[in-house]
């Protein structure tokens, strides 16, 4: 073969090796491209939270390690975003339903979280998430306490008030939050709307108390002073004031007595004899008891109940305690001439008692307070009657022993009418012997008869 011809031979020979190199260079190419595609594809889905394994066909030979790694880094984000979504729900879970308000405010002073009870406290019918701070209240207080938190960085306590009709008090603590990515405030409205009243109603009783006890020592002290000093010798004077003496140690013996008794309630240490209980009578009794008191005063009394009214289950005493003193109080604020009308009814499972008057009546803003311990809406009449103030607490605990309820319904001028509602005696069967003719086991129930109401003047 000639020079020539291996020449060429030899070119050729190169040149098919090229071609063979070019083409398994390009199906190489398309095989990376493709598995680049994959890579590229499984990392996207990670971004957008897809988290999914790969399929075996799309990563084959050496890019089977990088194909095991992507679906080992799937599994483990997958896993760590459910733990994360988890605790993020619980958290919310827990944010939501706490009784106290909580909310959370950036930088910009816009709400990024605030649960129902922040809304509510502060009035936002519509929700307050998203929206700004001063669009949902312009509490000075509490912009006030958020600015502080952002410029000093340590948490503001303070007591804000949300409410005109029916105002609450709210404990209010913001409590700065710094996090690499942003910073921010928590409020926590803590509802201390009953523990004020509380305290209120714990400085006015030691107040009162107090007030009430030195009206009478001092009165006593003084006439006591006075005989010592020389009115023993005088024998009308000594007499006018050993009386003086006598009347303001008894109040003093009646507000002991009251006091007493309403801490043995309160402390649930006074025993009631519970059984069944004629209303019927027990008004009768009670009104007997006023009636020479309201003669004098210029009042009648009249009361109508059913005759067949069901029994009610309860302490005979302390509910004669508890119309009497209704009685009394009616008889002491109602003008002569007037009326005072005591009735019974039956209103589902409960008697329904009630005693009207057309006396002066009680200002609405009282007739929440009248229950309360040495509270009094006519202080003068009522020390000029000999009233302790405790009454109304004393009856009003009284039927709460009974699992009853009182209150009072008033207009100023047009009267009072105080209702007490008591829990019905579980019916009983009554049977009767059978007649004659009648199987000796068999029974008849009787049933109750109605009467028509019945109204007795006193």
């Not at 009478?216 to 009386?243: N, W």
């Not at 005979?316 to 109080?329: A, D, P």
């Not at 019905?424 to 009787?446: D, H, I, Y």
């Given at each position: 073969?000639?020079?020539?011809?291996?020449?060429?031979?030899?070119?050729?020979?190169?040149?098919?090796?090229?071609?063979?190199?070019?083409?398994?260079?390009?199906?190489?190419?398309?095989?990376?491209?493709?598995?680049?595609?994959?890579?590229?594809?499984?990392?996207?889905?990670?971004?957008?939270?897809?988290?999914?394994?790969?399929?075996?066909?799309?990563?084959?030979?050496?890019?089977?390690?990088?194909?095991?790694?992507?679906?080992?880094?799937?599994?483990?984000?997958?896993?760590?975003?459910?733990?994360?979504?988890?605790?993020?729900?619980?958290?919310?879970?827990?944010?939501?339903?706490?009784?106290?308000?909580?909310?959370?405010?950036?930088?910009?002073?816009?709400?990024?979280?605030?649960?129902?009870?922040?809304?509510?406290?502060?009035?936002?019918?519509?929700?307050?998430?998203?929206?700004?701070?001063?669009?949902?209240?312009?509490?000075?207080?509490?912009?006030?306490?958020?600015?502080?938190?952002?410029?000093?960085?340590?948490?503001?306590?303070?007591?804000?008030?949300?409410?005109t009709v029916r105002p609450r008090t709210f404990a209010l603590t913001a409590a700065p939050v710094?996090?690499?990515?942003?910073?921010?405030?928590?409020?926590?409205?803590?509802?201390?709307?009953?523990?004020?009243?509380?305290?209120?109603?714990?400085?006015?009783?030691?107040?009162?108390?107090?007030?009430?006890?030195?009206?009478?020592?001092?009165?006593?002290?003084?006439?006591?002073?006075?005989?010592?000093?020389?009115?023993?010798?005088?024998?009308?004077?000594?007499?006018?004031?050993?009386?003086?003496?006598?009347?303001?140690?008894?109040?003093?013996?009646?507000?002991?007595?009251?006091?007493?008794?309403?801490?043995?309630?309160?402390?649930g240490s006074m025993t009631f004899h519970m059984e069944p209980v004629r209303l019927p009578q027990?008004?009768?009794?009670?009104?007997?008891?006023?009636?020479?008191?309201?003669?004098?005063?210029?009042?009648?009394?009249?009361?109508?109940?059913?005759?067949?009214?069901?029994?009610?289950?309860?302490?005979?005493?302390?509910?004669?305690?508890?119309?009497?003193?209704?009685?009394?109080?009616?008889?002491?604020?109602?003008?002569?001439?007037?009326?005072?009308?005591?009735?019974?009814?039956?209103?589902?499972?409960?008697?329904?008692?009630?005693?009207?008057?057309?006396?002066?009546?009680?200002?609405?803003?009282?007739?929440?307070?009248?229950?309360?311990?040495?509270?009094?809406?006519?202080?003068?009449?009522?020390?000029?009657?000999?009233?302790?103030?405790?009454?109304?607490?004393?009856?009003?605990?009284?039927?709460?022993?009974?699992?009853?309820?009182?209150?009072?319904?008033s207009e100023l001028g047009q009267g009072s009418r105080f209702y007490v509602s008591l829990p019905?005696?579980?019916?009983?069967?009554?049977?009767?012997?059978?007649?004659?003719?009648?199987?000796?086991?068999?029974?008849?129930?009787?049933?109750?008869?109605?009467?028509?109401?019945?109204?007795?003047?006193?």
């Open positions: 073969m000639t020079p020539v011809a291996n020449n060429l031979l030899l070119i050729f020979g190169a040149l098919l090796l090229l071609a063979a190199m070019a083409a398994l260079w390009r199906i190489g190419a398309r095989r990376s491209r493709a598995r680049a595609y994959f890579v590229r594809r499984a990392v996207e889905d990670l971004g957008r939270g897809e988290f999914r394994a790969s399929r075996p066909e799309e990563f084959t030979g050496g890019w089977a390690a990088v194909g095991g790694a992507l679906t080992e880094a799937a599994t483990k984000l997958a896993a760590r975003v459910e733990r994360l979504t988890d605790e993020r729900d619980f958290s919310a879970a827990v944010l939501i339903s706490m009784s106290e308000g909580v909310a959370v405010v950036d930088t910009r002073e816009r709400i990024l979280f605030a649960n129902a009870a922040f809304a509510e406290a502060v009035g936002a019918n519509d929700g307050c998430s998203g929206r700004p701070l001063l669009d949902v209240t312009r509490h000075t207080s509490l912009i006030e306490a958020v600015a502080g938190a952002f410029t000093t960085a340590e948490t503001v306590r303070a007591e804000v008030e949300f409410g710094t996090t690499t990515a942003a910073r921010g405030v928590v409020l926590v409205l803590h509802d201390v709307t009953d523990i004020r009243r509380l305290e209120r109603i714990r400085r006015d009783f030691v107040a009162n108390v107090s007030h009430e006890l030195r009206t009478p020592l001092t009165t006593i002290q003084g006439f006591a002073e006075t005989l010592l000093g020389g009115a023993l010798d005088d024998p009308s004077a000594r007499r006018k004031f050993l009386e003086i003496i006598r009347d303001h140690a008894a109040r003093l013996g009646r507000i002991t007595d009251d006091l007493l008794k309403l801490s043995a309630i309160e402390g027990l008004i009768e009794h009670c009104i007997e008891a006023v009636s020479l008191r309201a003669k004098a005063s210029g009042l009648a009394i009249e009361w109508h109940a059913p005759e067949a009214l069901p029994l009610v289950r309860g302490d005979s005493l302390r509910l004669e305690e508890v119309l009497k003193n209704l009685l009394e109080n009616a008889i002491q604020y109602t003008p002569a001439p007037g009326s005072i009308r005591v009735s019974a009814a039956v209103e589902g499972e409960h008697a329904l008692l009630c005693v009207a008057d057309t006396g002066i009546g009680i200002p609405s803003t009282d007739q929440q307070r009248i229950f309360e311990r040495f509270y009094r809406v006519d202080v003068a009449r009522s020390r000029e009657a000999g009233g302790t103030g405790l009454g109304l607490s004393i009856a009003k605990h009284i039927v709460e022993a009974h699992q009853g309820r009182l209150w009072v319904e019905l005696c579980a019916p009983e069967p009554v049977t009767l012997q059978s007649e004659p003719g009648k199987s000796s086991g068999s029974t008849e129930s009787v049933p109750q008869q109605h009467t028509e109401p019945t109204e007795k003047p006193v």
